[in-house]
């Protein structure tokens, strides 16, 4: 059971070189580039003042270099946990965008319909929503009242996990935008269960360069 007042933000990590490429990701792993490290640096004194109680981060190291700038702000311990890793893509990994339509075309489409599709063999969404929500879930629990867990992620896996703890229909998972780089999206406990409190927030609007565009 979570207790009153907790509180969940949901942090994608820092700029990577493939994001610059528009490359798809997914589960490879890729380093934050400077400006990455730069944008954690600047996220995590932010973060920081939301007094948080815990860290459990992807262990990627796009994800986990950036969830060490607030650790070292914090003196908390970092989980990492490898089901809070990006959405495995399989052939779509290591493409452009642009290579992906001009190869895999039909089934970009399909996925930007919300029909249920397998990335270049690899997984659903939904089942990216399987493995990381439950995670989150867990480390919720632990919370104290009206804590605050920070969870450092992916993208992908963030949308996804979103739509799950608000029981969105898959389908509409979609309607929640992309997250830029370093910037987060926050849920709180609504009387019927989670409620999204702020999306795609940091500073100023900034580009979405991610596997989910």
Known sequence: MINRGCRIILWRHGQTAWNLERRFQGSTDIELTDTGVSQARRAARLLASLKPDAIVASDLKRAAATAAELAGITGLDVTHEQGLQETYAGEWQGLTHDEIITRFGDQYAAWKRGESVRRGGGELETEVADRAAPIVLSHAEKLPENGTLVVVSHG????????????LDSLHWEGLGGLSNCCWSALGQGARGW???EHNAGTLPEPVLGDDD
Do not use: M
Request: aromatic share 0%.
């Open 156 to 167: 992908g896996t963030i949308r996804t996990t979103i739509g799950r703890l608000l029981g």
């Open 195 to 197: 409620r999204l409190l």
